[in-house]
T-cell receptor
Framework: GQNIDQPTEMTATEGAIVQINCTYQTSGFNGLFWYQQHAGEAPTFLSYNVLDGLEEKGRFSSFLSRSKGYSYLLLKELQMKDSASYLCAVRDSNYQLIWGAGTKLIIKP | IAGITQAPTSQILAAGRRMTLRCTQDMRHNAMYWYRQDLGLGLRLIHYSNTAGTTGKGEVPDGYSVSRANTDDFPLTLASAVPSQTSVYFC?????????????FGPGTRLTVL
């Protein structure tokens, strides 16, 4: 079966750095996405990785290792508004997105 | 304002009733999707459409139907609602001709079936 694993919940301090991990086992791989979802709102696109390596976009970076079935989202200089759930999704061989359950990130002052 | 709209925002429905959730996008995206999101689970694909006039089944299609008469609209119908269909429903769209085929989401419909 297909599986996306992420930690259920993480806590970090304002101004710090946090890394959210995602491991996947899917039938095929055609890219990995990270989305942010604030409580009661829709998911919004953060990043896309299809090749190995690090993609940096402001305070957010995303890393992919296809051989290890592993990705992480790195958030720097955390702000209170970063409190949200972070969803990892992999596009499989059928070009469908398989979603993880999400990681709820709690930022403390 | 470009984007995706969904209606209604929320609905309480008696079991056995028929309900249609509406979704409209103005980005001229060819592909559209319906997901449900339940606590502790990832988004699950119900139905999708790669282009107007075609639809396909996702992971959890039973009890739901869709149509895609034109590019902009993708309604989801529950023929006879059951309590297990209580969920938050998100519509999404994407341009599959792009390199990443990123999906963009509507604001969601919170549905409660009693």
């Amino acid at each position: 079966g297909q599986n996306i694993d992420q930690p259920t919940e993480m806590t970090a301090t304002e101004g710090a750095i946090v890394q959210i991990n995602c491991t996947y086992q899917t039938s095929g791989f055609n890219g990995l996405f990270w989305y942010q979802q604030h409580a009661g709102e829709a998911p919004t696109f953060l990043s896309y990785n299809v090749l190995d390596g690090l993609e940096e976009k402001g305070r957010f970076s995303s890393f992919l290792s296809r051989s290890k079935g592993y990705s992480y989202l790195l958030l720097k200089e955390l702000q209170m508004k970063d409190s949200a759930s972070y969803l990892c999704a992999v596009r499989d061989s059928n070009y469908q997105l398989i979603w993880g359950a999400g990681t709820k990130l709690i930022i403390k002052p | 304002i470009a984007g995706i709209t969904q209606a209604p925002t929320s609905q309480i429905l008696a079991a056995g009733r028929r309900m249609t959730l509406r979704c409209t996008q103005d980005m001229r995206h060819n592909a559209m999707y319906w997901y449900r999101q339940d606590l502790g689970l990832g988004l699950r694909l119900i139905h999708y459409s790669n282009t107007a006039g075609t639809t396909g089944k996702g992971e959890v299609p039973d009890g739901y139907s869709v149509s895609r008469a034109n590019t902009d609209d993708f309604p989801l119908t529950l023929a006879s609602a059951v309590p297990s269909q209580t969920s938050v429903y998100f519509c999404a769209s994407s341009d599959t001709s792009g390199s990443s085929d990123t999906q963009y989401f509507g604001p969601g419909t919170r549905l409660t079936v009693l």
